[in-house]
């Protein structure tokens, strides 16, 4: 895959089944939703040791391209947001990046940006777009990311939302606990855990310290405007890639917490 070109995740293989496309409506091709994946560099570019999971070889391709294809079409499957079949995969620096009002990022704990970035991005934000961030673990990892959005949000503080929040009912009704949301990463997942336990260990390896409580997490502007949207120690980004893995897995997670939930966040932030 070349970062440099692609464009969008229909063109990248996928490793599991074939996600169906869709025809756009003749005269309204762009009139609609994309989910759009940004495209970072790690501060340890070209890293591939692995640590138990985690660790800074992984990179923004996590999930890739399957996540994106089969998000979207369940958004429109399930929704009434007309929704673009083939995703789009882009840069910061990519000419076209104000096209699309939200950018989605995964494994952002080791992420660098360069000071153009950085510059971008505070435009970006600052004139109305939104960041979606998911997927990545632990106390080293959200320190990281946070350090970067210091840098593109200077003065910016994070709020922790909690269910009570308009978000986890604007569509589907998950005012819960926010334990009983977390989804575990598939290869990962212990089956014996009791999701009621909020002190319970969804997976059978260590994600490393600071990973045990899920958090969602906003940078606002002064308007009270999300910005940026984290989701903290939570993989729910495999709960849309993992279709057709395991039905079990695909029963308890996917239908019933993943894509509830980012239909939820997708709706609340294209609406606010």
């Given at each position: 895959?070349?970062?440099?070109?692609?464009?969008?995740a229909?063109?990248?293989?996928?490793?599991?089944?074939?996600?169906?496309?869709?025809?756009r409506?003749?005269?309204?091709?762009?009139?609609?939703?994309?989910?759009?994946?940004?495209?970072?560099?790690?501060?340890?570019?070209?890293?591939?040791?692995?640590?138990?999971?985690?660790?800074?070889?992984?990179?923004?391709?996590?999930?890739?391209?399957?996540?994106?294809?089969?998000?979207?079409?369940?958004?429109?499957?399930?929704?009434?947001?007309?929704?673009?079949?083939?995703?789009?995969?882009?840069?910061?620096?990519?000419?076209?990046?104000?096209?699309?009002?939200?950018?989605?990022?995964?494994?952002?704990?080791?992420?660098?940006l360069?000071?153009?970035?950085?510059?971008?991005?505070?435009g970006?934000?600052?004139?109305?777009?939104?960041?979606?961030?998911?997927?990545?673990?632990?106390?080293?990892?959200?320190?990281?990311?946070?350090?970067?959005?210091?840098?593109?949000?200077?003065?910016?503080?994070?709020?922790?939302?909690?269910?009570?929040?308009?978000?986890?009912?604007?569509?589907?009704?998950?005012r819960?606990?926010?334990?009983?949301l977390?989804?575990?990463?598939?290869?990962?997942?212990?089956?014996?855990?009791?999701?009621?336990?909020?002190?319970a260990?969804?997976?059978?390896?260590?994600?490393?310290?600071?990973?045990?409580?899920m958090?969602?997490?906003?940078?606002?502007?002064?308007?009270?405007?999300?910005?940026?949207?984290?989701?903290?120690?939570?993989?729910?980004?495999?709960?849309?890639?993992?279709?057709?893995?395991?039905?079990?897995?695909?029963?308890?997670?996917?239908?019933?917490?993943?894509?509830?939930?980012?239909?939820?966040?997708?709706?609340?932030?294209?609406?606010?």
């Amino acid at each position: 895959m070349d970062e440099n070109n692609v464009r969008t995740a229909r063109e990248t293989g996928s490793h599991a089944a074939e996600t169906p496309s869709w025809p756009r409506t003749p005269g309204f091709e762009r009139d609609l939703f994309t989910f759009a994946r940004l495209i970072f560099q790690n501060e340890t570019p070209g890293l591939r040791t692995r640590s138990r999971g985690y660790g800074p070889w992984l990179g923004w391709w996590v999930d890739y391209p399957d996540a994106d294809l089969n998000l979207s079409w369940r958004l429109q499957q399930m929704t009434s947001m007309r929704t673009d079949p083939d995703g789009r995969v882009l840069g910061i620096l990519d000419e076209d990046l104000f096209d699309y009002p939200l950018l989605y990022l995964e494994h952002a704990g080791y992420m660098q940006l360069s000071e153009p970035e950085i510059v971008r991005l505070r435009g970006y934000l600052n004139n109305g777009g939104v960041l979606f961030v998911n997927d990545f673990w632990n106390r080293r990892e959200w320190e990281g990311f946070a350090a970067q959005m210091a840098k593109v949000l200077p003065g910016h503080a994070w709020t922790d939302l909690a269910t009570d929040h308009p978000l986890f009912r604007c569509v589907y009704d998950l005012r819960r606990p926010m334990h009983q949301l977390r989804v575990p990463t598939m290869q990962f997942w212990d089956e014996d855990f009791d999701p009621r336990d909020p002190a319970a260990n969804p997976h059978r390896v260590d994600r490393g310290e600071g990973s045990e409580d899920m958090s969602i997490r906003m940078l606002a502007d002064e308007a009270g405007r999300i910005q940026v949207l984290a989701i903290h120690n939570s993989d729910v980004s495999d709960g849309w890639e993992r279709e057709t893995e395991s039905d079990a897995y695909f029963s308890r997670f996917s239908e019933k917490t993943a894509y509830p939930l980012a239909i939820n966040i997708l709706v609340y932030l294209m609406l606010h």
